[in-house]
């Protein structure tokens, strides 16, 4: 009898270990079980996911820790409890997951994640991991929601709110001193115990929900299972946190513009002589980059940040800066000068945009009277006449900054006396040998331009953008101009009815100050 009663607890041993090693094999066979990596990865990645609820469960637990030991509170609250749970679900917690309020607690994410996904490795390796038998007594402790869930999250909910939210804010969105101001918040009554409630209650409820992709299905590989899980809690965790368009910390408007905008917020529009259509010219990229909507899209952001600027404030082309700069910390101005933006006047981009019109129209002139030739009917050069009218009247429309400034369109008129002179002017440029023996000064062409247009870029070396002169414009299409002789007497004649009208204006200035001497 004694024999047998030391026989049967060898035997119960070895039945175990027999147990133990069958489980190993088959797991070790079929691979179910995610690796301790990803075991921790999914703790981790669903602690991120749900941090934007855990502010609604504090709440929760705060009303009901203020409530029920006060018999005042209690009556108050009798019969508002379903109001005041549906207040929480329908209303605080979307809020809560809202794109610029997820933005705002990306940093308690992070720090939830860092605790939660270490601890739980910890207690994992404690215990031998989900599946282990060589303790059915910590296997236990592992797989109770109340133990271990309740556990990491009572952890998490001291830890991270007092060691890690602040130096994670400092770090991603450089706010400086939150770490000070993160303890006393915490240093309120009722804080750490609500934060610890808060984390225990979530770590129990979320306990059932990474049961199965913890433990995996036997018989399917994890990463079928657990793998997809992983994906897929990766997945919301981008779209919650980074994904969407609404997604971003709030800033007040205009206090801050996208680098990928700025192409079109120091546009204009501006008419292209190679597809001949008005188009967006960005004066940043110095290039056309689309339709003329663009322009009008760029004006409407200006216009707002030109308005926020006006307050003594700067626009930034970071989301964060600009956050912390109008929240935070106004010094962040003087830490980052290099991503504060100097966004152009209406002036500014009035006058670009008129200088710029008038010389490409000038340079379509020209090409067209090369293209046409000078001896086109007079029918052919009124038609390209009213093309180039249209073009101006267009951009007209299209400005919305020409308050108080005279209509392009009205400038057109000059355009073809003007036109003659540059043709006259260039040609000299192009050829001084040649021009040397010809009555016409460059000084007098130059007069004469930029009396009837001052807006106009004659020379590549007055360019405050690329290619934009008549020079540049007109060496890129490879123009070569009439002939001299041609081009002189064009000139002539545009010369005589100059004098002409000069002449004819002083006699009709001087016959009126007569007359009015005389009935005066």
């Not at 001193?177 to 009554?189: A, D, L």
């Not at 807006?455 to 540049?472: A, F, N, R």
């Amino acid at each position: 009898a004694r024999q047998i009663s030391h026989s049967y607890p060898r035997h119960e041993a070895t039945e175990k270990q027999s147990r133990a090693h069958v489980h190993n094999a088959v797991t070790a066979t079929d691979n179910h079980q995610p690796p301790l990596p990803v075991r921790i990865a999914l703790v981790s990645t669903a602690t991120a996911l749900a941090t934007p609820s855990f502010p609604a469960l504090g709440f929760l637990y705060l009303v009901l820790r203020v409530t029920i030991p006060d018999a005042n509170l209690r009556n108050v609250m009798e019969g508002r409890w379903g109001a005041l749970v549906s207040f929480t679900t329908w209303t605080l917690l979307p809020t809560l997951y809202h794109g610029a309020v997820a933005s705002l607690i990306l940093p308690c994410a992070i720090g939830n994640a860092i605790v939660a996904g270490g601890v739980y490795g910890v207690v994992d390796l404690a215990c031998g991991g989900p599946s282990s038998t060589s303790s059915e007594s910590l296997n236990k402790v592992l797989q109770t929601p109340w133990i271990t869930g309740s556990g990491i999250g009572a952890t998490v909910g001291y830890i991270a709110p007092n060691y890690l939210y602040g130096p994670v804010m400092e770090y991603i969105y450089t706010m400086e001193g939150m770490s000070q101001s993160i303890h006393y918040v915490m240093s309120f009554p009722y804080a750490t115990e609500v934060s610890v409630a808060t984390g225990a209650v979530a770590g129990m409820l979320l306990h059932p929900f990474l049961y199965y992709p913890m433990n995996g299905v036997k018989g399917l590989h994890w990463g079928y299972f657990s793998g997809a899980a992983l994906a897929a809690v990766s997945a919301a965790l981008f779209y919650v946190y980074y994904g969407r368009e609404e997604v971003g910390l709030p800033v007040p408007e205009g206090s801050f513009i996208e680098p990928s905008k700025m192409g079109i917020v120091d546009s204009i529009v501006r008419y292209n002589n190679v597809s001949g259509e008005v188009e967006t010219y960005s004066l940043n990229n110095e290039q056309y980059i689309g339709s003329s909507e663009l322009c009008l899209e760029g004006r409407r952001i200006a216009e707002a940040s030109c308005s926020f600027a006006k307050s003594g404030k700067v626009v930034f082309d970071d989301r964060v800066l600009a956050f912390v700069y109008n929240y935070w910390d106004a010094n962040v101005k003087t830490r980052y000068p290099d991503h504060i933006l100097n966004i152009k006047t209406e002036e500014d981009l009035q006058l670009t945009q008129n200088s710029m019109a008038l010389t490409d129209a000038s340079v379509a002139v020209i090409l067209n009277n090369e293209r046409y030739g000078t001896d086109q009917t007079g029918s052919t050069r009124t038609d390209n006449n009213k093309d180039m009218m249209q073009i101006l009247t267009t951009i007209d429309e299209l400005n919305s900054f020409n308050k108080g400034q005279k209509s392009l369109s009205l400038t057109f008129r000059y355009l073809e006396d003007v036109s003659v002179a540059i043709e006259l002017l260039m040609i000299i440029k192009q050829s001084k040998q040649e021009c040397l023996s010809i009555n016409v000064k460059v000084p007098t062409l130059e007069r004469f331009i930029h009396r009837r247009c001052p807006e106009l870029t004659i020379y590549t070396s007055d360019e405050q953008y690329k290619d934009e002169s008549v020079e540049s414009q007109l060496r890129i299409a490879n123009w070569k101009g009439p002939e001299l002789s041609q081009a002189m007497n064009r000139w002539k004649n545009v010369h005589e009815q100059e004098t002409y009208r000069t002449w004819r204006n002083r006699v009709l200035f001087v016959a009126t100050g007569v007359l009015l001497s005389i009935v005066g």
